[in-house]
């Protein structure tokens, strides 16, 4: 039972352009998403936020978006840069006793050409 | 650095043994956590621990256990150990019982 789910498992972009990465979730318990990046050998650092009460947080070339109705929430950069190339992880944390656990999807692999 | 220390980083050991993986948080967190990242998977919880106590747990399985010390150090000791075991653990730490987690670099098991 897959509760986030990202059905792109690749994105290529060139540089300078925007990147729109996409995240699906099923439970409505959901109350603060995440975005992390992962490089290789390294653990995932986090990016950007959003809390269920809101629809768009920026920071600086980030931008998340949540879609309560359609339980669906985008991350987008610009312009793309070369050093953007990652793995993007969206999370989910519930509400409730469910603490700080993070429910993952799988992942999205960016890659920016020069 | 993201102040998350883990160790050992890399983990080669045999089906049927024992190993015990170690965390330290970032100076402050009281609260860790234990991520699995299998082949091709995204990160499945594990466990919890906020100052010493079990918050919350996940998939984790009977022969995994974990424990968070007084000084907030964490250890994940995994045995009877299977192939399928074979897998980055991750351990991450925040300040409370929830809020945004650190990771560290992970420790890569290998079972052979």
């Known amino acids: 039972d897959q509760q986030v789910k990202q059905n792109s498992p690749s994105l290529s972009v060139q540089e300078g352009r925007i990147s729109i990465l996409n995240c699906d979730y099923t439970n409505s318990m959901f109350d603060y998403f995440l975005w992390y990046k992962k490089y290789p050998a390294e653990g995932p650092t986090f990016l950007i936020s959003i809390s269920s009460i809101k629809d768009k947080n920026e920071d600086g070339r980030f931008t998340v978006f949540l879609n309560k109705s359609a339980k669906h929430l985008s991350l987008h950069i610009v312009p793309s840069q070369p050093g953007d190339s990652a793995v993007y992880f969206c999370a989910a944390r519930g509400g409730g006793t469910s603490y700080g656990k993070l429910t993952f999807g799988q992942g999205t692999i960016l890659t920016v050409h020069p | 650095d993201s102040g998350v220390t883990q160790t050992p980083k890399h983990l080669i050991t045999a089906t049927g043994q024992r190993v015990t993986l170690r965390c330290s948080p970032r100076?402050?967190?009281?609260?860790v956590y234990w991520y699995q990242q299998s082949l091709d998977q995204g990160l499945q919880f594990l466990i919890q621990?906020?100052?010493?106590?079990?918050?919350a747990k996940g998939n984790i399985l009977e022969r995994f256990s974990a424990q968070q010390f007084p000084d907030l150090h964490s250890e994940l000791n995994l045995s009877s150990l299977e192939l399928g075991d074979s897998a980055l653990y991750f351990c991450a730490s925040s300040p409370q019982d929830r809020g945004i987690s650190t990771f560290g670099s992970g420790t890569r098991l290998t079972v052979v």
């Open positions: 100076s402050g967190d009281l609260s």
């Open positions: 621990y906020y100052n010493g106590e079990e918050r």
